[in-house]
């Protein structure tokens, strides 16, 4: 008994440990001011990080749109209400769905990503030798990756809450039948722009930056052989699919559940 | 010149979680010399060459290089001080991102501010040096191990460091580039003046090229002297060693309950 | 050094793409306009109920969208609702004086709006003047109401 609430205690101390080094690192690496070189480093971690991750979410928030459209046609036909479709669809997108599910997208294709290419570095001695050569691998390694990362995933948000609106304008307008205008116009007056368009931005920005910290403290922090790799990036779904989904809770109670 | 020693460690302790790695060592590397130390693999033997570059810190005892005790420095000085260092990492340890050339270049841009067509130039001397002028445009994923750890080693010798620190330079290479390596090293060493230490466990090829030799093991240095000293040493475990013999004071069983006991014991589980 | 200006274009793009995105978002999924504010005027209107009229709901005009409602607030002098209307300035003294606004919904469960409809007195409006004559929202428990009560008396 007493060795079961030491070995809690034991994994509590590991646990703020952790949490403090994550916290140091963070702070370490993305204060600063970026040279020249940064700059060009930073464009190279936006486009692995940013434009290669366009693809996978732009044809995601395009299918998740119609599928959105479609369902919600279903629902809103039974009241006579589908010229609401609009609203509906624009709402769930913008306050919902584009930051969910575009962290996620992002956390499987980039963030894993992140980890495998900076842990490999480390157990490659990349790292270490940067170090002996009197370079700081938190501002040449880790700091355009956390900046890409920051940057990136309300952009790809934003994609993905425009092509899923198209997308379910195509299906319900041009497929099932719903007039043009009361899509746009339902649209367009039941939509706040600080109010649900930005504040689905907050949102994806504070997943970008849980989201990026994660996964490149995983790949800094991991055990440099090929199990602790394969390890620190299964971590890092996992952690940022949860950080993702409970942070969202938090955020929308406070932003659309009237505590405020 | 050569009797003040460029690289002393005194005392050295050092611990990872509960296991002792060093409990008291005591070297002085001789200047413009190679001095091997050498000893059974896990005997942390890479971790010392990482004390003396100062990414680790020991928990007790000093390095002091060149009469600076490198772990009082301020992080800028250990900088500087790191840039009079080379270090060869045991997989080469290239960024794998930039060329063979951009690699050799990389401490040149950090560290100067030499105009282009210079860093060109003293890039090319030292691929030249290691005999890779030709692969100067490749990746570092397109190179043989051999290859890598030259152009690593071009790397190390890119700021014409005063010591030079080889993590098991010869581990995996095929006979031809082990003796390309040999001879580089030596080479180097002579028309530099460098300082060098290689950390090894390949006898044969190390005492070819060294000047004096540490066996550590166990935490402690067991043995040093020239390479034709410890050739005939009496002290059975450093014979061993130097010869290579399978089983003697370092058995060659992990510790185990005794064999018949073992095989009689059947059904008693594993 | 093909390859990084290539690279570079990609992340220009991109950036671009969001931002056109964003721009997208918008004006044409939350209806924002780039009108300076002197292009419209005020009018307030008092209901006895609004029902579920909220702000920035249309106010249309023969079905045209003419403005919107920019504020509603409970008037303490005759505790019914004041809904202060914000007009496309081109309509600045061109409402005649008895102009009636209505509540009304767009579908049975849609959203609310207010509908304009103009009278005939040659005198007109001017900003910050009050609609008099108003019709409150159809609240549809106070139908249902009306309605058995009628049944019952009958």
Redesign the interface.
């Known amino acids: 008994m007493i060795a079961r609430v030491m070995r809690l205690g034991r994994r509590g101390c590991d646990l703020l440990e952790a949490l403090g080094r994550a916290g140091i690192f963070v702070g370490q690496s993305a204060v600063g001011v970026p040279s020249r070189e940064g700059w060009?480093l930073w464009?190279?971690q936006?486009?692995f990080v940013?434009?290669l991750s366009?693809a996978i979410v732009l044809v995601s928030g395009l299918f998740i749109g119609m599928v959105l459209s479609l369902q919600g046609y279903t629902i809103l036909v039974d009241?006579?209400?589908e010229?609401?479709l609009g609203?509906m669809v624009?709402l769930s997108l913008?306050r919902e769905l584009a930051p969910v599910v575009a962290a996620l997208l992002f956390a499987g294709r980039a963030g894993s990503a992140l980890t495998a290419e900076i842990g490999?570095?480390k157990a490659?001695?990349?790292l270490?030798?940067?170090?002996?050569?009197?370079?700081d691998p938190l501002r040449r390694v880790v700091a355009p990756r956390l900046w890409a990362g920051f940057?990136s995933l309300?952009?790809?948000t934003?994609?993905f809450?425009?092509v899923g609106?198209y997308g379910g304008y195509l299906v319900g307008v041009e497929w099932l039948g719903v007039f043009e205008g009361?899509y746009?116009g339902?649209?367009?007056?039941?939509?706040?722009?600080i109010g649900?368009?930005g504040n689905g931005m907050v949102k994806s920005l504070v997943f970008a930056v849980v989201v990026t910290w994660i996964a490149v403290f995983q790949g800094y922090d991991l055990v440099p052989t090929s199990e602790g790799i394969s390890r620190a990036t299964t971590r890092t779904v996992v952690y940022s699919s949860l950080a993702v989904l409970g942070l969202d809770f938090v955020l929308t109670a406070v932003m659309f559940g009237g505590l405020s | 010149m050569s009797d003040t020693p460029f690289v002393v460690v005194e005392g050295l302790h050092f611990s990872r979680g509960d296991t002792e790695i060093f409990r008291g060592v005591d070297m002085r590397i001789p200047r413009g010399r190679i001095t091997a130390i050498m000893g059974p693999s896990g005997t942390g033997k890479t971790t010392l060459l990482k004390l003396i570059g100062g990414q680790l810190s020991p928990d007790a005892g000093r390095v002091t290089i060149d009469g600076e005790e490198v772990h009082r420095l301020s992080r800028k000085a250990l900088f500087a001080l790191r840039r009079r260092m080379g270090m060869l990492f045991q997989s080469g340890a290239l960024f794998s991102d930039l060329s063979v050339f951009e690699n050799v270049a990389f401490p040149l841009r950090v560290h100067t501010d030499l105009p282009d067509a210079m860093v060109r130039d003293l890039v090319l001397m030292k691929l030249e040096a290691v005999g890779l002028r030709g692969a100067r445009e490749l990746m570092p994923a397109e190179l043989s191990g051999g290859m890598a750890r030259r152009v690593a080693l071009a790397r190390a010798i890119a700021l014409d460091p005063e010591l030079i620190l080889y993590d098991e330079p010869f581990v995996g290479q095929d006979p031809i580039s082990m003796g390309v390596l040999v001879q580089l090293i030596k080479r180097l060493n002579q028309a530099l003046g460098l300082t060098s230490i290689v950390v090894s466990h390949d006898i044969k090829e190390t005492l070819t090229i060294a000047d004096y030799v540490y066996v550590i093991a166990d935490g402690q240095v067991m043995a040093h002297g020239t390479p034709e000293s410890l050739d005939v040493d009496q002290d059975p475990r450093v014979s061993q060693f130097v010869h290579g013999e399978p089983d003697g004071p370092v058995p060659f069983h992990y510790p185990a309950v005794d064999y018949f006991k073992d095989i009689l014991s059947a059904g008693g589980g594993r | 050094m093909k390859r990084s200006k290539m690279m570079e274009l990609g992340v220009g793009l991109f950036m671009l793409a969001g931002i056109l995105g964003l721009v997208f978002l918008g004006l044409r999924v939350s209806g924002l306009t780039f009108q300076a504010p002197g292009d419209s005027f005020r009018l307030e209107a008092n209901f006895a109920n609004i029902g579920g009229l909220k702000p920035r709901a249309r106010v249309t005009m023969a079905g045209v969208t003419v403005g919107r409602v920019a504020a509603i607030e409970l008037d303490t002098d005759w505790y019914d609702a004041r809904v202060i209307l914000e007009l496309d300035g081109d309509l600045e003294g061109r409402l005649s004086r008895d102009t009636t606004a209505a509540i009304l919904t767009a579908g049975l469960l849609g959203e609310q709006y207010i509908g304009l409809s103009v009278g005939g007195d040659p005198e007109t409006l001017a900003a910050g003047d009050t609609i008099r004559d108003t019709q409150s929202a159809i609240v549809l428990e106070e139908l249902i109401q009306q309605f058995v009560s009628n049944m019952v008396s009958d």
Do not use: C, K
């Open positions: 060009a464009l190279r936006m486009h940013g434009v366009l009241f006579g209400a010229q609401a609203q624009a913008l490999l570095m490659t001695e990349q270490t030798s940067m170090e002996m050569i009197g370079v940057v309300p952009l790809l934003i994609g809450s425009v609106i009361s746009w339902n649209m367009q007056a039941s939509v706040a722009f649900d368009v």
